[in-house]
């Protein structure tokens, strides 16, 4: 989300003087709109905008794929799901006995930036999965449909169905969610619609609550491929506030040193751990047909921010099963386990920020008795700077064993 944030802000930083520089402004408005039509006419004509596994793969050898900022294969149990919407990239793996755990990105990133935080949970017993969202990595995206809540669901209903083992089925005790950024509010707009799919959710820095006004700008009076434009140009400029947070502080006050800032930016995943977040972001740019489409379609629709409807519902649920007696198996089941949300923050981060989230979030989830509030050191990246504590918490949240 932060690089959300700037990307926003950036495009309004060259824009916010029309007033003074109309006619220059006015040239330029319809000269990128112009040249950006065209580009994109050719490619929105068709109703899926393919991944690099149809426009890049097949061009380069093994030693060129096994070079890639983001290779296929950077995580186990890797595998392709076609849909009428497009092809998804899926990953699955862990004990095929264990608590089944789906894990959701953000905005700017592919599925490998969770990739440690999977692994940790798999090394407590889970079962673990992750998707690259429309228009990241190599998933596909729609060309003609707005990244919303909808389409989002639809792309899990699809993963999730996928797998040879059931995710859905009541035998199977359904399946827990973490959401990161873009992901937590896609993950509990979910878990509002589907009481008995999901038995646990887990929010790290999520959206979904973000105030309107940290995004700054309405998006709607500017052509959309101005403003891809300028995404494209900050995003090229994307860099990580890398820190050293040493334990996560799951000590409900957030107290302890918010950690120091070092130059080295975190590996996109434990299996590369020499490949940057900017390497993989700037690898999207140059070789995703969708990212830009859909990084700004998000921008748009995506549940990023107003989603107290949602989170509403969610709240309404885990009152009444709080409320139940434990003999009454029908409220039981349309709530959580232990009857509350895990929500974990960075000590750090300016956009999705302890002072504005913790009264909303409990507000909107109906009270402090529904929601497990906790402070990690670090930024906005805590899930991926440390994975490790992010997981002790999660697993401690879980009652698993180390």
């Given at each position: 989300?932060?690089?959300?944030?700037?990307?926003?802000?950036v495009?309004?930083?060259?824009?916010?003087?029309?007033?003074?520089?109309?006619?220059?402004?006015?040239?330029?408005?319809?000269?990128?709109?112009?040249?950006?039509?065209?580009?994109?006419?050719?490619?929105?004509?068709?109703?899926?905008?393919?991944?690099?596994?149809?426009?890049?793969?097949p061009?380069?050898?093994?030693?060129?794929?096994?070079?890639?900022?983001?290779?296929?294969?950077?995580?186990?149990?890797?595998?392709?799901?076609?849909?009428?919407?497009?092809?998804?990239?899926?990953y699955?793996?862990?004990?095929?006995?264990?608590?089944?755990?789906?894990?959701?990105?953000?905005?700017?990133?592919?599925?490998?930036?969770?990739?440690?935080?999977?692994?940790?949970?798999?090394?407590?017993?889970?079962?673990?999965?992750?998707?690259?969202?429309?228009?990241?990595?190599?998933?596909?995206?729609?060309?003609?449909?707005?990244?919303?809540?909808?389409?989002?669901?639809?792309?899990?209903l699809?993963?999730?169905?996928?797998s040879?083992?059931?995710?859905?089925?009541?035998?199977?005790?359904?399946?827990?969610?973490?959401?990161?950024?873009?992901?937590?509010?896609?993950?509990?707009s979910?878990?509002?619609?589907?009481?008995?799919?999901?038995?646990?959710?887990?929010?790290?820095?999520?959206c979904?609550?973000?105030?309107?006004?940290?995004?700054?700008?309405?998006?709607?009076?500017?052509?959309?491929?101005?403003?891809?434009?300028?995404?494209?140009?900050?995003?090229?400029?994307?860099?990580?506030?890398?820190?050293?947070?040493?334990?996560?502080?799951?000590?409900?006050?957030?107290?302890?040193?918010?950690?120091?800032?070092?130059?080295?930016?975190?590996?996109?995943?434990?299996?590369?751990?020499?490949?940057?977040i900017?390497?993989?972001?700037?690898?999207?740019?140059?070789?995703?047909?969708?990212?830009?489409?859909?990084?700004?379609?998000?921008?748009?629709?995506?549940?990023?921010?107003?989603?107290?409807?949602?989170?509403?519902?969610?709240?309404n649920?885990?009152?009444?099963?709080?409320?139940?007696?434990?003999?009454?198996?029908?409220?039981?089941?349309?709530?959580?386990?232990?009857?509350?949300?895990?929500?974990?923050?960075?000590?750090?981060?300016?956009?999705?920020?302890?002072?504005?989230?913790?009264p909303d979030?409990?507000?909107?989830?109906?009270?402090?008795q529904?929601?497990?509030?906790?402070?990690?050191?670090?930024?906005?990246?805590?899930?991926?700077?440390?994975?490790?504590?992010?997981?002790?918490?999660i697993?401690?949240?879980?009652?698993?064993?180390?």
């Amino acid at each position: 989300m932060s690089v959300f944030h700037a990307s926003i802000n950036v495009i309004f930083r060259n824009l916010h003087t029309w007033q003074v520089r109309l006619p220059l402004f006015v040239s330029v408005v319809a000269g990128l709109a112009i040249t950006f039509k065209a580009r994109q006419k050719s490619t929105l004509n068709t109703s899926t905008i393919p991944s690099p596994r149809t426009t890049l793969l097949p061009r380069l050898s093994p030693s060129e794929i096994a070079a890639l900022p983001y290779r296929p294969d950077m995580l186990p149990g890797g595998r392709w799901v076609d849909s009428p919407y497009g092809i998804i990239k899926v990953y699955e793996w862990g004990s095929e006995h264990g608590k089944k755990v789906l894990l959701l990105h953000g905005i700017s990133n592919p599925s490998p930036v969770l990739g440690g935080l999977a692994s940790g949970l798999v090394g407590r017993g889970c079962r673990v999965m992750l998707i690259d969202l429309w228009g990241r990595g190599y998933s596909d995206s729609p060309a003609d449909l707005v990244h919303d809540t909808r389409l989002y669901t639809t792309e899990i209903l699809l993963a999730i169905t996928s797998s040879n083992l059931s995710w859905t089925g009541a035998a199977s005790g359904g399946f827990s969610i973490i959401g990161y950024s873009l992901g937590g509010g896609i993950a509990a707009s979910f878990t509002s619609y589907f009481p008995r799919l999901v038995s646990s959710l887990v929010l790290l820095a999520p959206c979904g609550l973000l105030k309107p006004e940290k995004v700054t700008y309405s998006t709607r009076f500017f052509p959309e491929s101005v403003l891809q434009y300028f995404a494209g140009r900050q995003l090229r400029n994307y860099k990580v506030s890398a820190v050293v947070p040493g334990d996560l502080d799951d000590q409900r006050d957030g107290t302890g040193d918010a950690g120091v800032a070092v130059s080295d930016v975190p590996g996109i995943s434990t299996s590369a751990p020499n490949v940057s977040i900017p390497d993989v972001v700037a690898w999207q740019l140059e070789h995703h047909q969708a990212f830009l489409h859909s990084f700004m379609s998000c921008v748009r629709h995506a549940p990023t921010t107003n989603q107290h409807s949602d989170w509403r519902r969610l709240g309404n649920r885990l009152t009444a099963q709080n409320a139940a007696s434990a003999a009454d198996p029908e409220i039981q089941r349309d709530g959580l386990e232990g009857g509350k949300v895990l929500v974990i923050v960075g000590q750090t981060d300016p956009i999705i920020t302890e002072e504005d989230l913790r009264p909303d979030a409990i507000e909107a989830l109906g009270g402090p008795q529904n929601v497990d509030f906790r402070i990690a050191r670090g930024g906005h990246e805590f899930p991926i700077n440390n994975p490790k504590s992010t997981v002790s918490s999660i697993a401690e949240f879980w009652g698993l064993n180390s």
